[in-house]
């Protein structure tokens, strides 16, 4: 702002939000900035391993009481998400995706005249464009005035800033996406944070110092 000849500026120190989009968009800021970088790097680097003898993950059915027969069918699927994900070539980079965002959205892709096939396809969605909604219909209960559930849908809205409208958005059935999140949540539990969270105010005082 200017007022009377000086000027001034306000710095967010705290890494105040007000949508995931925003806190996503902050996140992938400090990811650019050199020192977070390499601590990314030494991290990712960490919990993904692998060489090329050996793959990054591997399923343990040891202590699964199951037959030979299910377990054999069981690492048959795990091999071939894992192939639909090329997993041991792309492993760094979805890690390193998912540690930044906080949260990682996967589209189930379904042949509809052969559904017997299975997934055919795993499509990658920038978390910035999707978001999950949940409505609730409640209505009063006339004797003791406390609220009942009624009707509950959830659903997710995928919205790109090529559709024009910001209010346009495709509606995706909950069943067609797979995602994973960071399992860090707000004070109030209802926003996914990422690891990065904490380094919000680290970054930008480095920044200041600079």
């Not at 003898?53 to 071939?80: C, M, T, W």
């Not at 978390?127 to 997710?156: H, M, N, S, W």
């Not at 909950?174 to 904490?198: E, F, M, N």
Request: charged content about 35%; overall charge negative.
């Amino acid at each position: 702002y200017m007022s009377s000849g000086f000027f001034g500026s306000y710095v967010d120190l705290e890494g105040v939000y007000r949508t995931e989009f925003e806190l996503i968009k902050r996140y992938r800021e400090m990811a650019i900035h050199p020192e977070c970088d390499s601590a990314i790097e030494d991290i990712v680097n960490e919990a993904i391993v692998s060489d090329s003898n050996d793959q990054p993950v591997e399923l343990d059915l040891n202590h699964l009481n199951a037959s030979d027969g299910i377990k054999k069918k069981i690492r048959d699927e795990f091999k071939y998400i894992k192939e639909l994900l090329d997993f041991d070539a792309k492993a760094h980079e979805i890690y390193r995706n998912w540690y930044i965002d906080g949260r990682l959205y996967y589209h189930k892709v379904i042949d509809r005249e052969s559904p017997r096939k299975g997934i055919t396809e795993l499509r990658y969605i920038d978390p910035t464009k999707l978001r999950k909604v949940k409505e609730i219909e409640e209505k009063e209960d006339p004797k003791t005035g406390a609220k009942i559930i009624t009707k509950q849908e959830e659903y997710f809205i995928f919205q790109d800033k090529k559709m024009g409208d910001h209010n346009q958005g495709v509606k995706i059935h909950p069943d067609a996406i797979i995602y994973c999140t960071s399992g860090q949540l707000d004070p109030s539990r209802s926003r996914v944070l990422s690891y990065l969270h904490k380094a919000i105010k680290p970054v930008n005082q480095l920044r200041m110092m600079e």
